[in-house]
């Protein structure tokens, strides 16, 4: 699959125990909570590490920083272009991070935290060589995603981001919340992208994490707590996962998906929730976080005789 599968990929050592000391990686939303907490470890492991944000950035030891905004199509190809050198410079992993929460206006939700994310990664993977990686931050906001596959695949074949963002906006009746829509729509891309990906070496993964003690924690809190359920859910959240992650609780199961020793992990999303969505599948949880996050077990067929 790749040039850096488990077989060749070097054995952790002292001097580059992740595989990162010879890689060139990106990061958006580096200015802060978990994409602050990614660059400084990257940057610990020895990677060269440019960050991406919205805001200015300002981590000891980040090679190279861009301000965009990535609702910003035109921005955002100077930005890529820029990093890639119109193609002169390679990029070895993309740690997708920066979205708003679910209190921003609906349009800037859909357009930052999907179109921008996936413009953003379309115009960065040219410039990936085989045994590359693309990790991307969804939300377990986005656990409904599997039943939604038929209407995001239809998403997915528009490539115009301006049509895509017009789609998202028109279907949003049907599908939900616009910040739970945006990271279901990333968690689908990564599963969609990972096949065509893999032919040419590149591995795609996403990372769906529960709530995690960042500046913008409150906003999160305050946009589930205005869902349907959503006070009620909240009540009996924390008694579930018993804290809130620490930005680098999420950053440290990206970091090694983008590694070579993530080599075979391909379209994985993987919830790193304390066992919030693995309790809800498996019906351990109080009905009310499972009515909050919009998700109800599937209804059992009567077997066919
Ligand atoms: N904190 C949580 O509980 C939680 C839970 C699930 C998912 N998430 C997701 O995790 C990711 C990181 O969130 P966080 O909690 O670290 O929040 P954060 O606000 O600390 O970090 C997000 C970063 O994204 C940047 N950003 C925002 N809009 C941007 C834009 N238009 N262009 C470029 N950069 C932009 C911000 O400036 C910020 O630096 C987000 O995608 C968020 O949706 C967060």
């Known amino acids: 699959m790749s040039d850096r599968s488990p077989a060749d990929a070097p054995l952790p050592s002292g001097d580059d125990p992740w595989g990162y000391s010879d890689r060139r990686v990106v990061v958006t939303g580096?200015?802060?909570?978990?994409?602050?907490?990614?660059?400084?470890?990257?940057?610990?492991?020895?990677?060269e590490v440019v960050g991406v944000d919205i805001q200015p950035i300002d981590i000891e030891g980040v090679a190279e920083t861009h301000r965009l905004d990535l609702s910003d199509t035109t921005a955002t190809d100077a930005v890529t272009d820029a990093i890639i050198d119109s193609g002169g410079r390679?990029?070895?992993?993309?740690?997708?991070?920066?979205?708003?929460?679910?209190?921003g206006e609906p349009r800037a939700i859909l357009a930052i935290n999907f179109c921008g994310l996936r413009r953003f990664t379309e115009r960065i993977i040219p410039a990936m060589p085989p045994g590359s990686a693309i990790c991307s931050i969804g939300s377990t906001a986005a656990v409904n995603w599997p039943f939604h596959v038929d209407e995001l695949l239809d998403l997915l074949a528009v490539d115009d981001d301006a049509a895509a963002l017009d789609w998202l906006?028109?279907?949003?009746?049907?599908?939900?919340?616009?910040?739970?829509?945006?990271?279901?729509?990333?968690?689908?891309?990564?599963?969609?992208?990972?096949?065509?990906?893999?032919?040419?070496?590149?591995?795609?993964?996403?990372?769906?994490?529960?709530?995690?003690?960042?500046?913008?924690?409150?906003?999160?809190?305050?946009?589930?707590?205005?869902?349907?359920?959503?006070?009620?859910?909240?009540?009996?959240?924390?008694k579930l996962m018993g804290r809130m992650a620490r930005p680098s609780e999420q950053a440290w199961p990206m970091v090694f998906l983008n590694?070579?020793?993530?080599?075979?992990?391909?379209?994985?999303?993987?919830?790193?929730?304390?066992?919030?969505?693995?309790?809800?599948?498996?019906?351990?949880?109080?009905?009310?976080?499972?009515?909050?996050?919009?998700?109800?077990?599937?209804?059992?067929?009567?077997?066919s005789r």
């Open 30 to 47: 580096a200015a802060s909570g978990m994409g602050k907490a990614a660059c400084e470890i990257l940057v610990a492991l020895g990677a």
């Open 90 to 103: 390679r990029v070895d992993a993309l740690f997708n991070i920066a979205g708003i929460p679910g209190t």
């Open 169 to 238: 906006v028109d279907h949003l009746p049907q599908l939900g919340y616009p910040y739970d829509v945006s990271k279901e729509a990333v968690n689908v891309y990564t599963a969609w992208r990972a096949i065509s990906l893999n032919a040419v070496g590149i591995r795609i993964n996403c990372v769906n994490p529960g709530g995690t003690y960042t500046p913008a924690s409150r906003d999160f809190a305050k946009a589930v707590k205005s869902k349907d359920g959503g006070a009620e859910m909240i009540e009996h959240w924390p």
């Open 259 to 303: 590694s070579p020793y993530a080599g075979f992990v391909n379209g994985a999303v993987l919830f790193a929730d304390a066992g919030l969505t693995s309790g809800m599948f498996t019906r351990q949880h109080h009905p009310a976080v499972a009515a909050g996050m919009f998700w109800s077990p599937p209804v059992r067929s009567e077997p």
